[in-house]
Antibody, heavy 118, light 111 residues
Framework: EVQLVESGGGLVQPGRSLRLSCAASGFTFDDYAMHWVRQAPGKGLEWVSGITWNSGRIDYADSVKGRFTISRDNAKNSLYLQMNSLRVEDTALYYCARSIVVVPFDYWGQGTLVTVSS | QSALTQPASVSGSPGQSITISCTET?????????VSWYQQHPGKVPKLIIYHVSNRPSGVSNRFSGSKFGNTASLTISGLQAEDEADYYC???????????FGGGTKLTVL
């Protein structure tokens, strides 16, 4: 069974940092690109960042570029998101999701909540 | 501002068919043939229901169908059921096959 389990969320002050993790199981992790998608309370989905299977390509939404860093460890079947210089508007439920070229986001984790507030 | 535009809401009665549109409004949206659709019930995780414009993942009801004409993709739900009431999002690639964009979402109400 495919499972994606996010962790690392919490309450943090503006300007501080947080590191999210996503533990994958039930599939061959390095066959897939991985992504972070977030959803602010009561709002729609927003793609945050993606990374190819071998970390050869990485991309970010403009809203997080320069502040967030995505990475993965295929040996540990894990995906990460280092979030620096957090802003109030980064408050959201952060999901990790897998994709393959024509089949994007076919499995999602349950999400981890990040709240940025003073 | 999203490069994929969806209506904020649609509604229909049980048994009817409804269509949700998703219009590409930015030249930065490439690979639009790779449009996908997601269903999200309140408090739940999004679920992939259509990929590559018109393909259904295993287990998704054949009441859901997708199509595309020009710069507008559409999701049609036939034989509307109460359980279809949810938010629906379209998505596509942007300038690469890695970066993605979502539409703003459409709330479907089953009357």
């Amino acid at each position: 069974e495919v499972q994606l389990v996010e962790s690392g969320g919490g309450l943090v002050q503006p300007g501080r940092s947080l590191r999210l993790s996503c533990a994958a199981s039930g599939f061959t992790f390095d066959d897939y690109a991985m992504h972070w998608v977030r959803q602010a309370p009561g709002k729609g989905l927003e793609w945050v960042s993606g990374i190819t299977w071998n970390s050869g390509r990485i991309d970010y939404a403009d809203s997080v570029k320069g502040r967030f860093t995505i990475s993965r460890d295929n040996a540990k079947n894990s995906l990460y998101l280092q979030m620096n210089s957090l802003r109030v508007e980064d408050t959201a439920l952060y999901y990790c999701a897998r994709s393959i070229v024509v089949v994007p986001f076919d499995y999602w984790g349950q999400g981890t909540l990040v709240t940025v507030s003073s | 501002q999203s490069a994929l535009t969806q209506p904020a809401s649609v509604s229909g009665s049980p048994g009817q068919s409804i269509t949700i549109s998703c219009t590409e409004t930015s030249s930065d949206v490439g690979g639009y043939k790779y449009v996908s659709w997601y269903q999200q019930h309140p408090g739940k995780v999004p679920k992939l229901i259509i990929y590559h414009v018109s393909n259904r993942p295993s287990g998704v009801s054949n009441r859901f169908s997708g199509s595309k004409f020009g710069n507008t993709a559409s999701l049609t739900i036939s034989g509307l059921q109460a359980e279809d009431e949810a938010d629906y999002y379209c998505s596509s690639y942007t300038s690469s096959t890695l970066s993605r964009v979502f539409g703003g979402g459409t709330k479907l109400t089953v009357l």
